[in-house]
Structure formats: structure tokens, C-alpha cells
């Protein structure tokens, strides 16, 4: 009975752990720099190679990220760029050992102070910095390694070859344990993000239409103007993160949901139009508040209430929706669908223009005009996903 | 004369990479390898350090950054790092030496998964993620290779101080050209960074006034409007790097033009002030676009144009002086003139709210009030940046 307890206790922490990601992440490292140990502890490995296995524990900590399209790219990053700077360097270090005396430290200073720069001016070009930024780095700190003891050793080749040996060993163990070990994915994290956005964005149209109905007014507006903005601000600074993990998705293989090919940049595109949304509803949200300002104007919005209820709640749900079908991976049930919903939105978004001219006694508040802009973004948005999981190949449910 | 030709060249090269400051990085970095490569191939140091000489080369290739703060807190994570990590894992190498057999190997693989897992853990706890990232990655680099390696070597104090020498030596370049060559401060980054989004809400107000005034109206607005909103969504999106900025200007000495205690945190706090200006801005443009739409409006719109463009351009020319009396480091001329400019500002915010409820026919634009919550914001910014000037011991000029 007591050793069921423990079998229990032990299946609960077990439970928490991986159902931390954070959590997970550390063990994951953890166990990695276990497994890389074990071979430099061994015999065999180190009397195979050396002080150098050294290199494999390195690569460990430093490859191991968090998602593993991180950590793929970052292997692969280090892997060429330690063969490119290697190889480099050796070449220099060779040609070096042909000038004798103080001429050979000039040369091998000129050639460090000529790659180091080029390579240090490389990684802040932008296209580089984005992709290959880990990769130049090592680059240049192998090159500069190699080169600058290419001058004293003459077993280079011989540790040149063993570290790369290492580095690919200690690769190999955060590969395997970032694919097949309670995987976090890139693809997934940009993925989910993306449903998240669409329920943020939802959830601040409705924040929008509570804020409109809920008529006392008080001072502090500010305040509950910011805070009700923070889901459409997290929206708007999205963009550096979606970029990465875009970045980091790319690399990774097929697995579970997603294909080979499925289209990230597809992402970045919707990213996007739901920043453009975003400054949209701020700027609905900013008209609602400043036109509850003047209780005479509000009145007159109180006779066309009722077309804003039902215009957001219809975009509210409309972008629920599209969230959580993004979400379960499926398109729209029916062929046709999506027309549907473009058209439902275009019929709103003719009755509300037609409230505009001609509203009682001339009185149309700005609000109506961001909001039928907002519905024809919400047109686009619910097209661009469509297309999205036509690209995608989701199925129909 | 050649050789007049000859200087002059080469003075108008090193004027282009004066100037560029990418290029002068790249430069620097080579130089600093240059510089560490001489330690390690000089027969001195070698013989005294031996290969551990090629950590101070590895240390200059990932420590020295684009900014001083930057290198400075790498610089100083990496060294504590490398401390609390080396003595740390030297401890844990003596105690399993106690232990023979198969037992050693599972004691240090136990402790290294601990200390690994735990550091990971730690480096994504948001306060240290921030701050201490690096440290702690080089303190489970540190501790896992002194760990590992303890159990093979028995020299492996002398070791350990060769290789904290050789880093400090590595360090130490880093430091010296990165404060005494050509600096780049991280805290003249965010000072004039901060300078310029004054004057980027500044154009985008302006842009805001003659979109107004420019009466044709075209289809493709939501082009135009994201186009004009570039200036203020860089405003927007900018916490990040802010963030990062001010914690390397934290780093820095006592330089040029800012006293060891500037008060960099007013920086973030200024900075969160001019994000809520932006998106007022951004609704202020969206509820002109949409009130164009209505010529009807339009006309009455015409009626108050003349406040419009008083306000428009003092709010402009209140900001792009702000903007500018932070470049130059100055507070306003005299004693109570920031007094005086807010109460312009209040002033105008009354007129402007006595054209709202009984103008023409009832009609009140929304662009109107969220004029008014601008000159407001404006305001704030004003008596802010005042506090800010004095605190930072600037003088009237």
C-alpha cells in the first residue's frame, strides 16, 4: 500500500510538471545535460575524445531553447556555422604557417580583424539578424579559434574534428529530446496565439458595446479606456513574437497538425489585418466614450441602439467563431459558407450606413462610421481565413 | 603628394565609419579580437594560461554588444556567472570524489540535473529573464563543466582560475573599447529615441490637420490611414525595446551627458504616456476619415476648422518643442513657463469645448471630444516631462 502512495504521489508531480510547460522546459534541460554527461563520464567517449566532449555539454546548454523549432534552428545554425568558421580558419591558419617570424601573427590579426568585422556587420543586417544571427556568431568564434591556434597546434584538424564530433553528439541528445520528449512547437504556440487573438478581439468589441449601454458616465474614463484597450494592445505588439515564431515554425518538421507546407506566412498576413481590426475597435471604443460625453447626442444614439447591439454582437460571435474554428483546424461546414457570412456582414453594414444620413435630425455619430469600418475589416478578416484553411487543406466538418 | 592623397582617403574612410555606427561596431569588435588574439599567441601568456587562453577569445566574440550597457551587464553576468557556477560545481566534484564507483557518476548526474533544471527555470521567471538571462545560462554552463570534469581532473582549481583569468582579460578588452573607442551609449539610444517619438506624434497630429483640410475624399482610405499611422504605431510598439534600453543605460557610467543616477525608469514612464497620446491619435485620424465621409457633416465640420487648426498646430508645436528642449537637455526658459503652456492648453480645451454642445444645429463632430481628451494627454505629457527636466538637474536656459 505504501509503495502505491508513492506510485501516486509520483504520477501527481508527474501530472503537474508536464502540465507546466515551464516546468517541462527545465526538466527536459535537465535531463538532456544528464544524458550529455553520462558520455563524457564514460570511458569509451572520452578516451575517444578528449578534453573535447567538453564541446557537447557546451552545445547542450546553449542549443536548448524552449520551442523546438528554436532549438532546431539554433543546432543547425551552430553546426554550419562551425564548419564554415572552421573550415576558414584552418585555411588561414595553413597559410599563416607559410610566413615565418612576426609576419605570421600580422597576417592572422589582419584576417581575424577582416572576418570578425564583416562577420560582426552581417549579423546586424536586418534579413540576417532575423534568421542566421546564432549562426554568424559561431562563425566568427570559430573561425577566430581555429585560426588563432592554428598557429601553436599541429593536431588542428584532429581537434577541429573532434569538437564538431561533440557538438553534433550534444545536438543530437536536444534534438531527440526536444522532438520526441513532450515536444513544445513553435507551430503550435503561433498557432493558438492566433485563436487567442481572434477571442481578444471579440471579447474588447463586446467590452465596447457594454461600456456603450452601460450609461452612468464618470470621470476616471482614462483609466477604464486603457485598461479595456489591453486586449487590442497586446494584439498591436504582437508583431516582433508572431515574427519569431514564424521564424522558428518553419524549421520544424511535420508533426501532429501541422504538414511541411503549411503556410506560415499565412499567419503573419492575418497578424496583420487583426492589428489594422485592433486600431479599429480602439478607435470605436475612444468615439463610444468621448460621444457619451454630451447626454443630447446620446440620446440619439439610444434610437439607433439597437442596430449596434446587434452589429457587435454579430462581430463578436462572427470573430469567436473564426477563433475557435482556427482553433479546431476546420473551415466553414458548408461550401458557401464563408459568402454567407461576408454577406450577412455586408447586409448589417447597409442597414447601419443607411441610419447615416438621414438619422434623427441630422445627428450621426463617428462611432457608426468606425463601426461599419470595422465590420468591413471583419468582411476581410473572415475571407483572408477562409483562403487561410483553403491553403491549409483543412476539411469541412 | 601621393601620400597626401593616400591620408586624405583614408581620413574620408574613417570619417564613413565615424559615422555609421554599424560599421564602427563591426570595427570595434575586430579590433578587440585582434587585441585578444596578440594575449594568446604573445609566448607570455600562453605559457602562463596555456589553452585556457582561448576563453578570453570566446569571451570577447559573446560578450561584446552594439552598446556599452549592454557589453557592461553581459560582461559582468558572464563573470558572476562563471563564480557562482564554477564554485558551485567544484563543490559538488569534491563531494562525489568521496564517492567511488557507480555511485559517483549518479550522484553528479543527479545534481546536475537538479542545479540544470532549477537555472532553467529560473532564466524564465520574467524579473530575472530581463536582467540576469545570460548569468544564469553561464552559470549552468559553468557549474556543468566544472562538475563534469572534476571527476577526471585533479587540477581542477588551477583550472578553473586560469580560465576566470583568461575571461576577465577577455572582459576587460571588451570594456576598454567598448568605453574608450568611439562608445555608444545605450542611455543616448533611449534619450534620443525618446526625443524623436515627440517629434513623430508631433508630425502625426499635422498629418491629422491637413488630411482634414484636404477635402477630396477617395476610396482607398484604409491604406492612407495605415500609412499615416506608422509614426504613431512605432510609438506604440516600442515598449520592448524601451524596456531594454533603459536596463543597459542602468549599466552604464557616469558618460557625456547623463549623471550616474538620470532617472531612466521617467524614460518608461514618459514613454507609457506617449503611447496613450498615440492612440488617441490614431482615433482622432479614424473619426476625421469617417466624418469626411458625410459631406453634410463635412460643412459644419467647416464651421469649427478654425479651432481645429489652432489646436492642431499648437498641440503640434508644444510637442516637437517638448521633443526638442529633451534633445538638447534643456527645461523651459523660465520658471513657470510650463505652467504657462498648460494653461494655453487648457484654454483651448475650453473653447474647444464651448463649440460642442450648441454648435450649429446640434451637430457635434466626435473628433471634437477626442480633440479634447488629446489637448488633455498633451497636457499631462507637459507637466511630466517639467518633472522630469528637474529631477535629471537640467537648467533653464
Redesign the interface.
Known amino acids: 500500500p505504501n509503495r502505491r502512495g508513492c506510485l501516486r504521489t509520483l504520477s501527481r508531480v508527474i501530472g503537474v510538471v508536464t502540465d507546466n510547460k515551464?516546468?517541462l522546459?527545465?526538466?527536459k534541460?535537465?535531463?538532456a545535460?544528464?544524458l550529455v554527461?553520462?558520455l563524457?563520464?564514460l570511458e569509451v567517449i572520452?578516451d575517444r575524445l578528449g578534453?573535447n566532449a567538453?564541446w557537447a555539454?557546451?552545445t547542450v546548454?546553449?542549443v536548448f531553447e524552449?520551442t523546438s523549432g528554436a532549438t532546431i534552428s539554433k543546432g543547425i545554425n551552430r553546426f554550419i556555422g562551425t564548419i564554415l568558421g572552421g573550415g576558414l580558419g584552418y585555411l588561414v591558419a595553413l597559410l599563416a604557417q607559410q610566413i615565418s617570424g612576426a609576419g605570421r601573427?600580422v597576417a592572422?590579426?589582419i584576417s581575424?580583424?577582416?572576418f570578425?568585422?564583416?562577420g560582426?556587420?552581417t549579423r546586424?543586417v536586418p534579413g540576417v539578424k532575423k534568421k542566421y544571427d546564432y549562426g554568424v556568431?559561431i562563425f566568427?568564434?570559430t573561425f577566430?579559434?581555429v585560426?588563432?591556434?592554428g598557429?601553436?597546434e599541429d593536431e588542428i584538424i584532429k581537434i577541429a574534428s573532434d569538437r564538431l564530433w561533440s557538438i553534433c553528439v550534444g545536438f543530437a541528445i536536444c534534438l531527440f529530446i526536444s522532438l520526441f520528449v513532450f515536444p513544445v512547437w513553435a507551430g503550435n504556440e503561433l498557432h493558438d496565439s492566433m485563436a487567442a487573438k481572434f477571442d481578444k478581439l471579440a471579447s474588447s468589441i463586446e467590452g465596447c458595446l457594454e461600456e456603450h449601454s452601460n450609461r452612468n458616465m464618470d470621470e476616471n474614463m482614462?483609466k477604464r479606456t486603457?485598461d479595456s484597450?489591453a486586449g487590442c494592445?497586446s494584439v498591436?505588439?504582437s508583431?516582433?513574437t508572431d515574427g519569431t515564431l514564424a521564424n522558428f515554425a518553419r524549421w520544424e518538421p511535420w508533426h501532429g497538425r501541422f504538414g511541411l507546407n503549411h503556410p506560415w506566412n499565412k499567419y503573419l498576413q492575418i497578424g496583420e489585418l487583426l492589428r489594422?481590426l485592433a486600431?479599429?475597435v480602439?478607435?470605436f471604443e475612444?468615439?463610444l466614450q468621448?460621444?457619451k460625453?454630451?447626454s443630447?447626442?446620446y440620446v440619439v444614439i439610444a434610437g439607433i441602439n439597437e442596430h449596434y447591439e446587434t452589429t457587435c454582437s454579430l462581430l463578436a460571435y462572427t470573430m469567436r467563431e473564426l477563433g475557435d474554428r482556427i482553433y479546431k483546424m476546420a473551415r466553414y461546414d458548408q461550401e458557401g459558407e464563408a459568402e454567407a457570412v461576408t454577406s450577412k456582414l455586408r447586409t448589417l453594414r447597409s442597414e447601419l450606413c443607411s441610419q447615416?444620413?438621414l438619422s434623427n435630425?441630422?445627428?450621426?455619430?463617428?462611432?457608426?462610421?468606425?463601426l461599419?469600418?470595422i465590420v468591413?475589416k471583419v468582411e476581410e478578416i473572415v475571407r483572408e481565413v477562409d483562403k487561410f484553411g483553403k491553403t491549409a487543406g483543412y476539411t469541412r466538418k
Chains 1, 2 share one sequence.
Open positions: 515551464k516546468l522546459h527545465a526538466g534541460v535537465g535531463l545535460l544528464v554527461s553520462l563524457y563520464m572520452h578534453d567538453m555539454v557546451m546548454v546553449v524552449f601573427v592572422i590579426g581575424l580583424f577582416i570578425g568585422a564583416a560582426t556587420y546586424m556568431l566568427i568564434l577566430s579559434l585560426a588563432v591556434s598557429v601553436r482614462e486603457t484597450f494592445l498591436l505588439t508583431k516582433t489594422q486600431t479599429f480602439i478607435s475612444v468615439c468621448s460621444e460625453k454630451v443630447a447626442k447615416m444620413p435630425g441630422g445627428e450621426t455619430p463617428s462611432s457608426l462610421y468606425v461599419a469600418e468591413d
